[in-house]
């Protein structure tokens, strides 16, 4: 039988809990201050049915149904209603770049274009431009990649050009094939380099929040075609725009754990660089789920040279089902010395994440240096 949770163990809280019955009312009051005769009672009451049940993003559709309910009809005159509720929503401060829970109450508006304002491509991309300001596009705008792709990928072209750092990130946060929570794109799925050159364009960004996103992107295509990520990489590192250290090291973060020779070539370091592990230990060897693990180890080189290391380890985690599913972290990088010893003790947290959940059982971690598992151990999670 599949291993349970201990009743002792509070869950982490949810997302979907920041989004909540408050979060509605504050859209209606929005939404009725620019548009006096706004059904809120209808509009509140549409939008909470069932509500407690659904995921964060399914209350997010509920509420964009709320507001396609409960706006006039005509797209035209309901789109100023929705980007003016944003503005008063938005008040004098605009929310975190980051997306935090403070500005996805504004997700819902941006579901409505997607839906309402699909046959209305050139007014809703307007739109998600400004909008894009309060809240990320990014979800949006893969409604229209489906249906106008030809019209949206000429519009993303332009805004590579755009003076706001949000603009320009949709345009690589927007094309990810591999975008989390959000739907796949079947032009992206079927050639998951086609925003290549757009990365081309944005991977020198002045601002370090739409570079991070370039790396994530090329991420996400070395998932699904490597060769095309590591030939993008070559091309970045040659053209050497800034901070490309920094935005390599994301970009090809998941072929670096998987150990492809390529990727660590790229990144300076050797697949076949001889090392030693010695004294591998795990204290403790029992653990309480919400106490924190330490993996106390060294590392000798035995080259002649001196060489740069990656060194990263995996736990396997005990599945739902009981069997293990393997995660890697990030560790260290370093340069071991000849016949020098490095110690490194590494830690890891075994609290409730709502993001992993974690259950009790024989639990293995290994050692990887540039991508090869070097010796593994285990412990117990209770």
């Not at 009312?25 to 809120?40: C, E, K, L, N, Y």
């Not at 399914?58 to 035209?76: E, I, K, T």
């Not at 075609?225 to 970045?236: F, G, H, I, M, S």
């Not at 924190?292 to 995996?314: H, N, R």
Request: some cysteine; glycine content about 8%.
């Amino acid at each position: 039988m599949p291993p349970s949770r201990p009743n002792e163990i509070e869950p982490a809280p949810l997302l979907k809990d920041g989004f909540n019955a408050a979060t509605v009312a504050g859209i209606a009051r929005d939404v009725a201050a620019v548009h006096p005769g706004f059904d809120t009672s209808t509009f509140v009451q549409t939008c909470l049915e069932g509500f407690e049940a659904c995921s964060l993003m399914q209350r997010v559709g509920r509420v964009a149904a709320g507001l396609q309910r409960c706006l006039p009809a005509d797209y035209r005159r309901a789109l100023p209603l929705v980007l003016g509720a944003m503005e008063v929503g938005a008040g004098s401060t605009l929310p975190a770049r980051d997306g935090g829970m403070a500005a996805f109450r504004f997700a819902p508006h941006l579901q409505y274009v997607a839906e309402a304002g699909l046959e209305h491509p050139e007014l809703s991309l307007d739109a998600l431009a400004q909008m894009t300001r309060h809240f990320t596009g990014e979800f949006a705008i893969r409604a229209f990649l489906d249906r106008w792709p030809t019209l949206t990928l000429e519009r993303l072209r332009r805004w590579c050009d755009d003076a706001d750092p949000r603009v320009r990130r949709l345009v690589s946060e927007g094309t990810r094939p591999l975008l989390p929570w959000a739907r796949r794109v079947a032009l992206l799925s079927a050639d998951p380099g086609l925003a290549l050159p757009l990365l081309d364009r944005l991977v020198d960004d002045a601002d370090e929040v739409v570079r991070r996103s370039v790396a994530n992107h090329l991420n996400d295509v070395s998932r699904l075609r490597p060769d095309l990520a590591l030939q993008a990489a070559q091309r970045w590192r040659t053209a050497a725009p800034r901070d490309i250290e920094r935005t390599l090291r994301r970009a090809l973060r998941t072929l670096v754990k998987q150990g492809d020779a390529g990727a660590l070539r790229l990144l300076g370091f050797a697949a076949d660089h001889a090392v030693a592990l010695q004294g591998l230990q795990l204290h403790p060897t029992a653990l309480q789920i919400g106490q924190t693990l330490d993996i106390a180890f060294s590392l000798e080189s035995l080259q002649p040279l001196p060489g740069s290391a990656c060194v990263d380890y995996a736990v396997h985690y005990v599945g739902a089902n009981g069997k293990p599913r393997r995660k890697v972290f990030k560790g260290a990088e370093c340069v071991l010395q000849p016949g020098f010893v490095a110690a490194f003790v590494l830690r890891r947290d075994f609290s409730p994440r709502s993001t992993r959940r974690l259950y009790p059982g024989t639990h293995r971690v290994d050692i990887l240096v540039n991508g090869r598992v070097l010796g593994s151990a285990s412990f117990e999670l209770r």
